[in-house]
């Protein structure tokens, strides 16, 4: 059994930066493609980025240019740095590790105040 466990949400004002990480069970980490996931309220989840084994990462237009994915297959640990935070950027952010059939974390709130 895999377990994922998202930190690093919070209160933010727009325009600003919060780095999200997700630590992983599991030696199969690594082989993994994982991504990061958000759904705001009264909307249906939506992908923000996602990163292969190889570490090659893809984005939603929405934040490409802003946010980074990332992963430390060595501390079983994906990152999600975002910069230049929007208030429409909020909502709770998953980890998701192999894939929709995969593992998801519980979340982690993201609040940006205009």
């Known amino acids: 059994q895999v377990q994922v466990v998202e930190s690093g949400g919070g209160l933010v004002q727009a325009g600003g930066s919060l780095r999200l990480s997700c630590a992983a069970s599991g030696r199969i980490f690594g082989l993994y493609p994982m991504g990061w996931h958000r759904q705001a309220p009264a909307k249906q989840r939506e992908m923000v980025a996602v990163i292969n084994s190889r570490g090659g990462p893809s984005y939603a237009d929405s934040v490409k240019g802003r946010f980074t994915i990332s992963r430390d297959n060595t501390k079983n640990t994906l990152y999600l740095q975002m910069n230049t935070l929007k208030p429409e950027d909020a909502g709770v952010y998953y980890c998701?590790?192999?894939?929709?059939?995969?593992?998801w974390g519980q979340g982690t709130q993201v609040t940006v105040s205009s």
């Open positions: 998701n590790v192999g894939g929709a059939l995969g593992y």
